[in-house]
């Protein structure tokens, strides 16, 4: 779809099905605001640009020198919401080039695993942080959140 864009789009935003449960209110604003967009998309450093939210608990391992991905991928753990995230048109062929060479080639070919989207994006930003406009989440992953209400509340404010 994104490839095609039959309505001209410049943004593509995955909103998880479970975060409609908690819509009551927003229904009929528009969002995102394109101020806010346009305002985040001139501060980045290429064309390219995925707006994801970004849990605490992530510097300890944006540093690392060595990261064990296998044990990552076994984890409960994730760090990047994978409840409301969005991209401008030039990223989205990328985005879905990129998930799927993760999902099938790497968790499923390579390391017998199928995983979330949030452990396929947080790997995504290991490797192309640049890519990435990050907006802080409301509470960190290991303390735990009332999970995809904060997610879609986290992406939704940030961008009305």
């Known amino acids: 779809m994104a490839e095609q864009n039959p309505f001209a789009s ?6 998880d099905a479970g975060a409609g449960r908690w819509t009551a209110g927003v ?3 528009e969002w995102p605001n394109m101020h806010k967009l346009s305002t985040l998309r001139n501060s980045m450093p290429s064309e390219h640009m995925l707006i994801a939210q970004m849990y605490s608990g992530y510097q300890r ?3 690392a020198w060595a990261f064990d991905v296998e044990a990552f991928l076994w984890s409960d ?3 990047i919401a994978g409840t409301t995230f969005g991209v401008n048109k030039a990223t989205a062929p990328w985005l879905a ?6 999902l099938v080639h790497e968790f499923i070919e390579h390391y017998h695993v199928v995983n979330t989207e949030q452990h396929a994006l947080f790997l995504l930003w290991m490797r ?12 960190p992953s290991d303390v735990g959140c009332r999970g995809t209400y904060d997610d879609f ?3 939704y404010d940030a961008l009305s």
């Open 27 to 29: 229904e009929g604003q």
């Open 128 to 139: 192309h942080a640049t890519v990435f406009a990050l907006i802080s989440g409301k509470c």
């Open 97 to 102: 080039n990129q998930m799927h060479h993760l």
């Open 61 to 63: 391992l944006q540093r």
């Open 77 to 79: 753990k994730h760090y």
């Open 10 to 15: 410049e943004y593509f935003f995955w909103a």
């Open 153 to 155: 509340l986290t992406i």
